[in-house]
């Protein structure tokens, strides 16, 4: 799997690649549950096998919900407008499901390339359909969360990717409320990590996980 290490001084981004990443033969029997705040749907890609879709929502951010149902393996790479891969959302084997923001920088997505060998949904909804952190949440894989509280001190703990032969990637950074503009980065870690890390204010929180994660947030100041 690859991400975006983004440069914070206006730097040009490079992609990191992960070592030893490697996909599972052992999916999980059923797609986990993600959960949203609900919201119109603004786009509805459904497909089976190996497909190329246009993102037709414009250049605002939007967050992707990913489902999988195939058996084998799933791969969605978000493209630029010269179809060159911007990122990689998904890497995996098996049913899955997570959801990942797009379009929150300066790295437009104009399309996505998915590889499945089964059924496969992806929904495009508003920034707003995140789900509100109230206090502490945990999730299965990548997610965005909206935080809507003061100053804060929050807990990060990523449990790792025990398929990997590194014990998978964890990346999180907030963006604008909104979804329009990048904020921090919280952590970039590979293998099982916990921390703790300030949160200034009112946000979106999109961690990128390759395993299970949690984060518990307490105020500055009762």
């Not at 990942?100 to 499945?116: C, E, K, M, T, Y």
């Not at 204010?201 to 996980?209: K, Y």
Request: proline share 8%.
């Amino acid at each position: 799997m690859k991400w975006f290490q983004r440069g914070r001084s206006g730097r040009r981004a490079d992609v990191v690649p992960l070592a030893g990443v490697s996909k599972s033969g052992n999916g999980p029997a059923q797609v986990p549950q993600v959960l949203t705040a609900g919201g119109p749907v603004l786009q509805r890609i459904v497909g089976d096998g190996d497909q190329v879709a246009r993102i037709t929502t414009g250049a605002g951010p939007v967050i992707l919900d990913i489902t999988h149902r195939g058996a084998g393996h799933f791969v969605v790479d978000a493209l630029d407008g010269g179809l060159h891969s911007q990122s990689q959302l998904v890497y995996t084997d098996g049913p899955f499901a997570c959801r990942s923001l797009i379009n929150a920088d300066d790295r437009p997505v104009r399309a996505l390339r998915v590889q499945g060998d089964g059924p496969w949904l992806i929904e495009a909804t508003a920034p707003s359909s995140a789900m509100l952190l109230e206090g502490s949440a945990r999730r299965a894989a990548s997610d965005v969360l909206r935080y809507a509280g003061g100053p804060g001190i929050a807990s990060l703990r990523y449990e790792g990717d025990p398929r990997s032969e590194d014990g998978g990637y964890f990346l999180v950074d907030v963006f604008e409320p909104s979804g329009d503009g990048f904020l921090d980065e919280l952590a970039n870690h590979v293998g099982p990590w916990r921390g703790e890390v300030p949160l200034s204010g009112p946000c979106l929180v999109h961690a990128r996980s390759d395993g299970p994660w949690s984060i518990s947030v307490r105020a500055l100041t009762p």
